[in-house]
């Protein structure tokens, strides 16, 4: 009789052969999608990966079981690398941008992104697989226009998105939004 190690173990070996990717990519798809809740996350690989209900509820379990970053710097190496290694230079900008704001600047690692503080949270950068960064900001009240998108299913804890591609976009515009978030958030 198998023991249920060996039954999860199996488990994983038919989720990595049916959906085609090895388990630490889904991982990292999940680190990355920036949700945290077991039913959101489910929900996700369900939705946009085609998954079985089991096979996505143990792709969930074993997201919540990997270990965080032990600290931002830490936190921004693990979201910087692979494929996304490139982007690196795209979130050093914007976080030069961010730390010219004030002391007061906090970042707290979270899975997939990095939330972005002062008394309360006001942006946060997220590394996307698509070659961007994504920048989520709380801007209660501003209209979503243009490159200002609304967060919609991206994140409900923002109000806007910002999709930054190349440092050009890293411009004035951006800048007076991640202050107006920066100065909400005081």
Known sequence: MATAEEGIEAQIRNIEARYGRPMPE??????????????????????EHGMAHGAAHRVS???????APA?????????????KAGLRPLHDRIMAVIGGFGADVVIAPKKGYLSIR??????????????RVDLGLILPGVPADGRLEPAGGFNALFTHR??????????????????TAYTNAG
Do not use: N
């Open 26 to 47: 889904w991982l990292a798809l999940v680190a990355a999608s920036g949700l945290t809740k077991h039913t959101e996350v489910v929900a996700m690989l369900k939705a």
């Open 61 to 67: 379990l074993l997201s919540r079981q990997a270990p």
């Open 71 to 83: 600290s931002a710097g830490a936190a921004v190496d693990a979201l910087y690398t692979g494929k």
């Open 118 to 131: 002062r008394r309360k949270q006001f942006a946060m950068i997220q590394p996307s697989a698509a070659g």
């Open 162 to 179: 910002v999709r930054v591609t190349c440092a050009d976009e890293v411009d004035a515009t951006l800048t007076a939004w991640l202050h």
